[in-house]
């Protein structure tokens, strides 16, 4: 899907087709087809495959700087359900007249501008726009992160009282997506870090124009980007702390079950023995006794008594 967007006299307009783009507009592609990216471009002279590498679900972060065009790739987080979530590449190309965003999918991190709620936001405004969604995916990152710690608390109340593999699947699932956003926050930082070396090199400066409000911008992102990190190891720890803890829970209760069965079946193993002796084709005690098989029962009972006793002296109970 292409469409292209303006700001003119702060009000953005949309439209689904290119013929009317002028300088200013920002293009956003979202899984585009063959067409789409020709047209693109046609228009730009962006490569084509320079093009489709934003929608490689293994892209990096990372920057390129071209004659025509700057290239940035930063990677977004995507919530995929419940419990489950992910980080995809978003592509972004600076050129002299157009800011293009290429995404595999709709991406959470540029609802706020195709809706025009974002303050100060204008798709002229290139550089701030640029530094406008690594901010809005800083927090993005930080308002999941907190979602993560939320559900980590609720699943570990549940733990307290039973140990359910659905459950211990949950934290896998949250374990996975903090390895994610590891990798992906760090990556971001790696890309934030470089503009702010090359903003003003001379051969970027014409298409990556900064005023001073964008600075204070570029440093409020970069703030946003360390503390996701910070915060993103800081759960992770929590979550591989609290696996860790649960598996010895689970062994340990493991344990305690079979030390249960081994003293119930030591329990049951005495009378059984009396009983196997009095059994025997051969005379024996209390056989001509009326009252014989009550004898035998209760010498039977008291030796399992006994050793139930001897087994909850040593702490077998």
């Not at 920002?26 to 730009?44: F, G, Y």
């Not at 290139?126 to 308002?143: D, E, G, W």
């Not at 926050?185 to 470089?194: A, C, D, P, Q, S």
């Amino acid at each position: 899907m292409l469409t292209v967007h303006k700001h003119v006299e702060g009000e953005l307009f949309t439209d689904s087709t290119v013929q009317d783009a002028t300088k200013g507009s920002w293009i956003n592609l979202v899984n585009p087809d063959p067409d789409e990216l020709a047209i693109v471009n046609m228009m730009t002279q962006i490569p084509t495959d320079v093009l489709k590498a934003a929608l490689d679900t293994e892209e990096r972060s990372h920057v390129e700087i071209e004659d025509e065009y700057i290239f940035v790739v930063i990677n977004i987080p995507v919530l995929r359900g419940s419990d489950v979530y992910d980080a995809v590449p978003l592509g972004i190309f600076v050129t002299e007249d157009f800011f293009i965003t290429v995404c595999l999918e709709e991406a959470e991190v540029l609802y706020p501008f195709l809706s025009n709620q974002m303050p100060t936001f204008y798709t002229y405004k290139k550089t701030r726009f640029l530094f406008q969604i690594m901010y809005r995916t800083a927090v993005l990152y930080l308002r999941y992160l907190q979602q993560i710690d939320r559900r980590t608390d609720d699943i570990e109340k549940k733990l307290r009282h039973t140990t359910r593999n659905k459950d211990l699947f949950q934290l896998l699932e949250l374990q996975k997506s903090m390895t994610y956003f590891t990798s992906a926050l760090r990556g971001n930082g790696t890309v934030m870090e470089r503009i702010l070396r090359i903003r003003r090199h001379d051969d970027v400066r014409y298409l990556l124009k900064i005023y001073e409000e964008d600075e204070d911008l570029l440093e409020d992102v970069i703030i946003e980007n360390k503390q996701a990190v910070e915060m993103v190891e800081m759960y992770s720890n929590i979550l591989m702390n609290m696996m860790n803890a649960f598996t010895s829970i689970i062994s340990n209760n493991l344990n305690l079950v079979m030390k249960l069965l081994a003293a119930m079946t030591i329990m049951l193993a005495v009378p059984t023995a009396i009983f196997s002796l009095w059994g025997i084709n051969v005379p024996v005690p209390f056989a001509d006794t009326e009252y014989g098989f009550e004898y035998v029962i209760g010498i039977g009972i008291s030796f399992a008594a006994l050793a139930g006793y001897w087994l909850w002296k040593n702490d077998f109970f």
